[in-house]
């Protein structure tokens, strides 16, 4: 697979292990390997293939093989594996389904991979509490599915079919979010692995508690550097009476984006509110065959018993005229509200077809929603200044926007522009209040803009809680934090 950014050299992972340890591969030897083929059999793996599957994401890093590959079944069998490797501080990695984008799963120092697909078992379905709980493998479409007919969904949805355990970990967002939340909003408990091997619940299933410290938010967006998820409690959401979307284009992305920012500011409840640049209808229209006016368009989703939908649906087509917005474009049956979204799922996909055999830089800026606009047209102007092939869309209801920078990945001086404006645009989110990622996390590809987001102090907290929980730094090492300044 080609790739253009280089993976950042291992460094000092801090106290507790000897420095030349942490510098170098450390791979597990003979005899852990062979205890982990006896206890996993099948379920074990050093294939080429299977290493090589397990050590590629949707990044633009080259990949990264573990030494071997295990998967399991239940939480007992997640805690052995953890045991195991620490007795030889051998580095452990969660794999779910492999979406993420900023190289979280990569063995950037050798070790051994568990792979949490096996485990996907809906535990428990409470409508009464609305709650579900499931294994970590579980995906968002095979909860979805097992949610059918109850009268309540799960509202997270990052876009890609992506694991529950995955999108706990790296506290995973969507289109859903103006209205519903994040992941960091929708996990009531987790059952969590130390990096000792312990069993650990994170609270209790009562919907609210004062007992102790958090655990459940520590966990969640740590990226598999704390402790592993082995299974999750959600919370749920009845579904809306009537839901209705929308499609409207606009002259601007300016005036797009403002209309989104006026009826927010305004209390209009949207339940999603998603805007594509005209580059991106352009992708859509290829891909999917479709014939889009190739203007910024706004996704628009409400949802609410009738008389609520056609009122927010008025408000929000008061304004859209307002801000130079054209005809709405309606739905509210199932399939033809699918119809409406699908582009917008397939929008990635898409604009890779642009420029065939070119690779992309995903950016994921977020800033308050006061400094929505002014920030994307900023961006705008630079990708046009740059010559950059570079699609804009997002979660524009909750200040959210990505640009998927097009380049050929054997091209150095395109890779240098692509990580250049990648880096002019994550400071300028932060110069206008905002974060350097959203909702993708940190991997490897965000560690370096940690202290500018939060400061030096707030880092060496950090660093603090990776070596307390993971003295041995053998949980996905080199990922979110180092270990010391």
Sequence with gaps: MASFLEIPPATDAGDSPPPDTALRRRSPS??????????????????????????????????????????????DEVAFVVQACAHERVPVIAFGAGSSVEGHL???????????????????IRPEDMTATVQAGVTRSQLDAALAGSGFFFSVDPGADATIGGMAATGASGTNTVRYGTMRDNVRS?????????????????????????????????EGTLGLITEATVRLHPR?????????????????????????????????????????????NAHSHLSM???????????????????????VRQIAAECGGG???WATRQEDRSRLWTPRHHAYFAVLQLRPGSRCLTTDACVPISALADCIEETVIDIAEHCLLAPVFGHVGDGNFHCLVLVDP??????????????????????????????????????????????????????????ALDPLDILNPGKVVTARA
């Excluded at 797009?256 to 805007?275: H, K, P, S, T, Y």
């Design 240 to 284: 809306p009476e009537i839901t209705a979307a929308a499609v409207v284009n606009f002259p601007t992305v300016r005036a797009a984006v403002d209309c989104v920012i006026q009826a927010v500011q305004a209390g209009v409840v949207l339940a999603r509110a998603e805007m594509l640049d005209a580059l991106t209808i352009r992708a859509i």
């Design 190 to 222: 987790l059952t969590v692995i130390t990096a000792g091997g312990e069993i650990v619940r994170t609270a209790s299933e009562a919907r609210k508690s004062s007992a102790g410290y958090n655990l459940t938010q520590l966990y969640c967006g740590s």
């Design 106 to 124: 990569l063995a950037v120092q050798g070790g051994v991979c568990i792979d949490f697909t096996q485990m996907n078992v809906v535990l428990a």
């Design 410 to 467: 054997n091209d150095r001086s395109e890779v240098e522009l692509a990580e250049a404006f990648s880096q002019r645009l994550v400071r300028r989110a932060l110069r206008h209040g905002g974060t350097s990622t959203g909702e993708h996390g940190v991997g490897l590809h965000k560690i370096g803009y940690l202290v500018e987001e939060h400061g030096e102090a707030a880092v060496a907290v950090m660093r603090s809680i990776k070596r």
């Design 327 to 329: 005809e709405f474009q």
């Design 30 to 75: 003979p005899a852990l390997l062979a205890t982990l083929e006896k206890k996993f059999g099948a379920r074990f793996s050093r294939s080429t293939a299977v290493l090589l599957q397990h050590g590629t994401d949707e990044s633009a890093y080259p990949p990264a093989p573990p030494d071997a590959v295990v998967f399991v079944t239940n939480t």
């Design 293 to 315: 006016l190739e203007r910024p368009t706004l996704c628009l989703e409400f949802g609410g018993g009738q008389a609520q939908v056609d009122e927010q649906a008025e408000w």
